[in-house]
DNA sequence: GTCTGTCTTTGCGCTAGCGCAAATAACAGA
DNA sequence: TCTGTTATTTGCGCTAGCGCAAAGACAGAC
């Protein structure tokens, strides 16, 4: 894999810089290559570094004391992640674990590296706040989903903002996903069995078509419509 | 009310600022007060001005289509809030709407101004961006929680959390906090049946005493022990 | 003191969604 | 093609938590 300075500039935080920039950071970063399954960091480890994803796919997820889990996002090529120790100035930890859906490469960067940058280009702040107001106003959204609504919308909700971030078309113009009934259900807040149930039911009124880590949206309409209309049962 | 530049410093974005920067805030600010009940900005308005809560008590909260809502935090003395505006430049508007608890009143500034401001201060976007990592790790945790625990547990840590962020010590030294069951089941993302069940059990096992709009935490450390306890049930 | 509006409690019935268990399907490697 | 592994489906029983409704408690206004 070999990596141009320019290419940097697809990462939304770095937008902006100058081909200086780029060529620094890119000068600075390990390429870290990992298998499906395995991880780029754990929550909890001190956050020494901060990855661009190069290629592949990975999820960032939280869980709690006991184990169980919630995914936070998805990440995809060209975008950063675990990002939050260039921020905070005294030692911190991720507050989160970043595992590959499938082999991936990412740059990593050290944390006080960016940190430094910053420090003189402005654009780069901006662009790293731009970044986290994305996610603040994420994260209170899917809060509020999932405190107030229920669980079949909250799933085709999850689909379409999956859609929105990597959906690809078939050859018959139809999107395709590819994940587990296990990531859809940590995506949406429940489990692996409603999300089965859940497909099979639009799978049998011709909304979606499934197989093994495999959703297709067949009518995507349809799955807005569920994700939108409004509830008159509340 | 009269202000004092320096007071300004006590706002966690401007603990770095200069006496001058502080002067140039105050002097863009206009002072808004507020009756309990009434509102600093609504959801969907466009996010022109950002706020510094002067006095008084307010929550941000984010509601559905359907008029379902949520508390995403409280917001105390010296807190800024409705900050986004400063950081995406394009037209953008307030992603919740900031309501009084009490008369409050806050020091407006317009967004734009401070955006201007933190072109040639990096100090300001550090603060800023500290202080918006901090949102994300907490909306994080709380959406986790939210999927994963139980409802009892819930209500325990948002008392747990309103007790660090405001809690007030009566007479006895214990923990005196101030809100509605409707309130505490907006932040637990249950309903006031729910809390107002939970907090009678409570008081039944001598943990709290409540009264009307009030939760005493007689044993805190019994409330933190069901907030934390492993839940060996799953 | 009394009235009024708001907040709180609690009984009751109900159902959405959980989670076990067992069968089935799909894939991967030998 | 066979075999082990992993993902998925579905029946079944259960319960946590919802939400209505009605009664009670409290606080402020007059």
Do not use: C
């Not at 592949?56 to 004391?65: F, T, Y």
């Not at 499938?102 to 780069?124: G, K, N």
């Not at 603040?136 to 989903?145: A, D, F, G, T, V």
């Amino acid at each position: 894999m070999n990596l141009h300075p320019t290419d940097l500039r697809r990462v939304s935080v770095f937008q902006n810089a100058t081909d200086d920039d780029l060529s620094l950071l890119l000068n600075r970063g390990i390429l870290r290559s990992i298998e499906e399954g395995e991880f780029f960091f754990f929550q909890g480890d001190p956050a020494k570094y901060l990855y661009i994803l190069v290629s592949g796919r990975a999820k960032l997820m939280q869980s709690s004391a006991a184990g169980q889990q919630v995914n936070l996002r998805t990440i995809n090529e060209w975008q950063m992640f675990g990002a939050l120790g260039a921020v905070r100035e005294k030692e911190v930890t991720y507050p989160a674990t970043a595992q590959a859906l499938e082999s991936s490469s990412a740059l990593a960067i050290e944390s006080v590296f960016l940190h430094e940058m910053m420090q003189t280009r402005p654009y780069l702040s901006f662009d790293l706040m731009q970044l986290m107001t994305g996610y603040i106003q994420e994260m209170q959204s899917r809060y509020r989903e999932l405190a107030t609504e229920k669980v079949e919308r909250r799933i085709a909700r999850s689909l379409l903002r999956l859609t929105a971030q990597m959906g690809v078309k078939n050859a018959q113009g139809h999107i395709e996903l590819a994940f587990t009934r296990q990531d859809l259900a940590e995506m949406s807040g429940t489990t692996l069995y409603t999300v089965s149930r859940t497909l099979s039911e639009w799978e049998r009124l011709g909304l979606v078509q499934t197989g093994r880590e495999r959703v297709v949206l067949s009518n995507p309409h349809g799955i807005v419509q569920i994700a939108e209309e409004l509830d008159e049962s509340r």
